[in-house]
């Protein structure tokens, strides 16, 4: 079973940016899509982007399009988000997840498992 253990989530000012690191143990990291999710203070969770096994694909939310990168490192068991121009609504936990289906694309938190615990990410305005 993989483990997910996320960070580099911070306090960062509108127009600034991050990184998000999510570190998976386990030697099975490669033989999964994976993907990124958010969830802000009384909404419900949200798809940010997903990312192919190999990393040659990559789908994003229409919101952060353009702004954020989802990227992937196999040697190293690591998941990345890297995310530029944050704006106020970016607030959020922000998640890692490992695609349990074919259809990771869609972005729906039930095609994935093996959450890890968030990282927390404010952008102050």
């Known amino acids: 079973q993989v483990q997910l253990v996320e960070s580099g989530g911070g306090l960062v000012q509108t127009g600034g940016s991050l990184r998000l690191t999510c570190t998976a143990s386990g030697r099975t990291f490669s033989s999964y899509a994976m993907g990124w999710f958010r969830q802000a203070p009384g909404k419900e969770g949200e798809f940010v982007a997903t990312?192919?096994?190999?990393?040659?694909?990559?789908y994003y939310a229409d919101s952060v399009k353009g702004r954020f990168t989802i990227s992937r490192d196999n040697a190293k068991n690591t998941l990345y988000l890297q995310m530029n121009s944050l704006k106020p609504d970016d607030t959020a936990v922000y998640y890692c997840?490992?695609?349990?289906?074919?259809?990771?694309?869609?972005?729906?938190?039930?095609?994935?498992?093996?959450w890890g615990q968030g990282t927390q990410v404010t952008v102050s305005s």
């Open positions: 997840a490992i695609a349990m289906t074919r259809s990771y694309y869609r972005g729906i938190p039930a095609d994935f498992g093996s």
């Open positions: 990312i192919s096994s190999s990393g040659s694909t990559t």
